[in-house]
């Protein structure tokens, strides 16, 4: 919701109804409805440019290396030798940046439903979409649950960047989206998942939880504050068919990348597993709710 305050424009952002954050707005510089939401790209006042999506908060200059950092780097470096990468969502081009910044990547697909998106990052956003023009990118404006149907033994690493389990990102949130993305995996492969917010949206935290489980063999959430998002507190997952986050090659990698990383570094990678009671209660949780459901069922 943007108001009019004197000669002032801002944008808030409510959440659950309940609480919100707001920014003021220096300039609108695109807006526009897609077939999929409504599109905005601000110049905010403190935190630069922003993109928007159904009147939440994105990704923007000021905070977006954090989220960016953590969803490409942990699955990156966990995995020994990753090549082939999909990020579906992501059509700011964010988390494909710090993919491309691994050296053994030969190819990233971006599979982003709305080409809308793609275009408005491009043209207004280009600290964070630029590199979507490097040769290594395939870029396919489709469904994310669609293409990954399609695919098996495909991919290292498979990265789902998407919008809340609302709108055009809630059929990347189920049972069959997951396990069509372990079919995608190769033996080695992992996926992050962003996992919304621990705090303030417990039950798509322990929905996710709960759905990764039935799926994966491992699955570790981590935490950090992006502190645009709702309460600031945002989780993402780690799942693999084996593949465990802490390698002493994992280490090594990090050590060459963190001189140049504006977040995560080896003290990082180690640090955002360790999660806090409250966390670790939801996975409680959800891991009970899941066994009392699959008992009911046999
Ligand atoms: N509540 C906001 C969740 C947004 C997660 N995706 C952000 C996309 C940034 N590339």
């Known amino acids: 919701m943007t108001t009019q ?6 944008y808030t952002e409510i959440h659950e109804g309940k609480f ?3 920014f ?3 300039d609108v510089l695109f807006s526009g409805q897609s077939d999929f939401q409504k599109v905005d790209v601000y110049d905010l006042e403190f935190f630069g440019k922003t993109l928007v999506l ?7 200059e000021r905070d977006e290396f954090v989220y960016h950092e953590m969803i490409a780097h942990i699955p990156m470096l966990s995995h020994p030798n990753p090549k082939r990468i999909l990020v579906i969502g992501g059509g700011d081009g964010g988390t494909v940046r710090e993919v491309l910044r691994h050296p053994s990547v030969e190819e990233v697909v971006l599979c982003e439903i709305d080409g809308m998106v793609i275009d408005a990052c491009r043209e207004h956003i280009p600290v964070i979409a630029g590199q979507l023009s490097d040769p290594r990118v395939t870029i396919n404006v489709a ?10 033994d495909a991919f290292d690493v498979i990265l789902i960047d998407s919008t809340d389990p609302i709108g055009p990102g809630e059929g990347l949130f189920n049972d069959k989206f997951y396990t069509d993305v372990k079919e995608a995996l190769t033996e080695n492969g992992v996926m992050v998942n962003q996992s919304e917010s621990p705090f303030s949206q417990e039950d798509a935290f322990v929905k996710v939880q709960r759905l990764l489980r039935r799926v994966f063999p491992v699955v570790k959430p981590y935490f950090t504050a992006v502190p645009t998002y709702p309460s600031s507190h945002w989780s993402w997952s780690f799942c ?5 986050p802490f390698t002493d090659d994992a280490e090594t990698r990090m050590a060459a990348l963190e001189k140049v990383n504006r977040f995560t570094n080896r003290d990082v990678m180690r ?11 939801l996975i409680h949780q959800a891991e009970i709710s899941d066994k009392q459901t699959l008992e009911v069922k046999a």
């Open 5 to 10: 305050n004197n000669s002032e424009q801002w």
């Open 20 to 22: 919100g954050q707001t």
């Open 24 to 26: 003021k707005i220096k």
């Open 54 to 60: 159904d009147g939440l908060m994105m990704t923007n």
């Open 143 to 152: 469904d994310g649950a669609a293409y990954i149907a399609e695919q098996k």
């Open 240 to 244: 693999s068919k084996g593949v465990t």
């Open 271 to 281: 640090a955002v597993f360790a999660l806090p009671n409250y966390m670790q209660a």
